[in-house]
C-alpha cells in the first residue's frame, strides 16, 4: 500500500506494459477517446484491522452500507481517527449528527488534523453539494474524505429522495474522485429480508470501485457453531462484495471484534478493531 502524500502516478508492479497514447478523434458531433489509460491501482492504509479485510482503500469511491447498527458509521470513525493520528489530513462531511465525527480535540498531540464539513443543517442541491466538497478539497487538501451519510448528503430535503437521483448524483461524484483521493460514502439500506438493497436502488453498487457490506446478526441455533458464538447473541460481521482493483479479501465474511492492548509507546491501553474470516464447512 501507498503512503498518502505523494502517490506515484502508476503503480510499478502493474505498468508492465506500455499503452499506445490515448487518441481523441472529433468529427462533426461526434469524439472518439481510444487507447485511453485505466485508472492506476493505488490503495491506502486505513491503519486499522479494516486493512486485513480491504487490503488499504482505492484512490476513488468506497461505499459502506448496511442497517442502522451494522457498524458502517463506527468502521468509518475509527478509519478517520487512525489516519489522523497517523499524520495526515481527513475531511469528515457530516449529513446527519454532528456527533458522527470524531472531535478535533482529540487529535491535538498528532500531526494530523480532522475537518467537518457540515449538511446536517444545510440542504443544498445535489449539484450544489458535490461543487462544495469539491471546493472544500481543493482549499484544505485533505488525503481521506468520508461522506456520512450518502443519502442524506445527496438530498434536496429531509424528506424521502428519489432513487433515480440519489443513483445519479453517485455517479457523478464517483467519477469526479476517481483517481485522485480515498472517498468513503455511507449508504443506508431500504427493504427487508431478499428485498433488502442501498438507497438509489441496485444500480448504485456499480458506482464505488470498493463496495463493502456491514452486518448484525442475531445468532441463531444453526449460526452458533458457524460464527463460534452462543446462541442470541449479536455479532458484527463485514463482506467485501466488490473490488474492481481485485485485491480485497474478497468473498468471504468475516467478524469484526473490539480488543484492547497496551499501546507500545504510551503503555496506555487502547482499543483496535480485529478481523477474521469465517470458515465455511460443507455438512455431512
Avoid at 82 to 91: F, N, R, T
Avoid at 173 to 186: E, H, Q, R, T, Y
Wanted: proline share 6%; hydrophobic share 35%; net charge negative.
Amino acid at each position: 500500500m501507498f503512503e498518502y502524500e505523494k502517490p506515484p502516478i502508476y503503480h510499478p508492479t502493474l505498468d508492465t506494459h506500455k499503452a499506445p497514447p490515448e487518441i481523441k478523434l472529433t468529427e462533426s458531433s461526434v469524439t472518439m477517446r481510444l487507447n485511453k489509460k485505466p485508472r492506476p491501482t493505488i490503495r491506502y492504509p486505513t491503519y486499522t484491522g479494516y486493512d486485513e479485510v480491504l487490503n488499504g482503500l482505492p484512490a476513488g469511491l468506497t461505499i459502506f452500507y448496511g442497517i442502522y447498527g451494522s457498524g458502517k458509521s463506527f468502521a468509518a470513525r475509527e478509519i478517520a481517527s487512525s489516519v489522523v493520528k497517523a499524520g495526515y489530513q481527513v475531511l469528515y462531511v457530516i449529513g446527519e449528527d454532528l456527533k458522527d465525527c470524531p472531535a478535533r480535540e482529540q487529535f491535538t498531540d498528532c500531526d494530523g488534523e480532522i475537518h467537518s464539513l457540515d449538511f446536517s443543517s444545510y440542504t443544498p442541491s445535489a449539484l450544489k453539494s458535490i461543487e462544495t466538497l469539491i471546493m472544500a478539497i481543493k482549499m484544505l487538501k485533505p488525503n481521506l474524505v468520508i461522506i456520512d451519510s450518502l443519502t442524506t448528503f445527496l438530498s434536496t430535503t429531509s424528506k424521502a429522495v428519489p432513487e433515480a437521483d440519489v443513483r445519479e448524483y453517485t455517479f457523478k461524484l464517483a467519477k469526479l474522485v476517481s483517481g485522485s483521493l480515498p472517498v468513503i460514502g455511507i449508504s443506508e439500506v431500504r427493504g427487508q429480508g431478499f428485498n433488502r438493497n442501498f438507497a438509489g436502488g441496485s444500480a448504485i453498487g456499480h458506482a464505488p470501485i470498493l463496495l463493502v457490506e456491514f452486518d448484525k446478526i442475531l445468532v441463531s441455533r444453526w449460526d452458533a457453531a458457524r460464527y463460534d458464538a452462543p446462541e442470541g447473541s449479536y455479532i458484527w460481521v463485514m463482506r467485501v462484495i466488490k473490488d474492481r482493483d481485485g485485491v480485497a479479501n474478497q468473498g468471504n465474511e468475516h467478524i469484526i471484534e473490539i480488543i484492547e492492548e497496551e499501546d507500545d509507546m504510551t503503555g496506555e491501553v487502547i482499543q483496535k478493531i480485529r478481523t477474521e474470516k469465517v470458515e465455511y464447512q460443507y455438512e455431512k
